[in-house]
């Protein structure tokens, strides 16, 4: 997997956007870059994936930069349940393909 | 979107006795499964990957007599604590995908508390 890194904590107000950085600076071409959440004592929810084309969905957007080395998670319209810690993963692809966590950005939505 | 169901979600048992934790796959078949393993306020550890009809893999570290992995078909993996100790406490999380550059669909997790 292509090493991440991500601050280790941010803050946001409520109604406001949260704008998530994500480092990957070893990223290879094929790779992947998917962003998961996981609020306290659940399983990890899949937010979005990008491959080199910004995303965007029913709950974030993803800027991914034209060379590939960082991105950015955008929540646009924070809520208190957004709450939660955010990984960026870049993981290989193909058979051998596996998501390792790392530690995250612990996002607190006050209000 | 895909559903992957743990259970149980939580678990107490006494030192030594075996216990087991199953992911199915509800609405999808799921070439590939991973079991993971949290501590408090700590990310996510991969402990092992496991393929239906194949042995699973481990990573460095864990021991594989320790931590059973069964996945005899498409939408069921299992993981058996065996002889569980206080120190095998902890949060188990196993996902799911379809293929293998599929994004990956995760249980709820269970919480095993060895006394």
């Known amino acids: 997997d292509a090493k991440t890194t991500q601050p280790p904590s941010m803050d946001c107000a409520e109604g406001r956007a949260a704008n998530l950085p994500c480092n990957h600076s070893?990223?290879?071409?094929?790779?992947?870059v998917y962003w998961y959440r996981q609020i306290h004592s659940q399983g990890p929810q899949y937010i979005i994936h990008?491959?080199?084309n910004n995303e965007t969905n029913e709950m974030a957007s993803l800027i991914i930069t034209e060379d590939r080395k960082s991105s950015t998670l955008i929540l646009p319209h924070a809520t208190l349940r957004d709450t939660a810690v955010y990984y960026c993963i870049a993981p290989r692809t193909g058979t051998a393909s596996k998501l390792t966590f790392g530690t995250g950005t612990r996002l607190q939505v006050t209000l | 979107g895909a559903v992957v169901s743990q259970h149980p979600s939580r678990v107490i048992c006494k030192s030594g006795t075996s216990v087991k934790i199953e992911c199915r796959s509800l609405d999808f078949q799921a070439t590939t499964m991973f079991w993971y393993r949290q501590f408090p306020k700590k990310s996510l550890m991969l402990m092992a990957t496991?393929?239906?009809?194949?042995?699973?893999?481990?990573e460095q570290g864990v021991e594989k007599d320790k931590f059973l992995i069964n996945h005899a078909s498409l939408t069921l993996s299992t993981l058996t604590v065996t002889s569980a100790h206080p120190e095998d406490s902890s949060f188990y999380i196993c996902s799911a995908r379809r293929g293998s550059n599929e994004k990956l669909f995760f249980g709820s997790g269970t919480q095993l508390s060895v006394l």
């Open positions: 496991s393929n239906e009809g194949s042995k699973a893999t481990y």
């Open positions: 990008g491959l080199k």
């Open positions: 070893t990223i290879s071409g094929n790779e992947y």
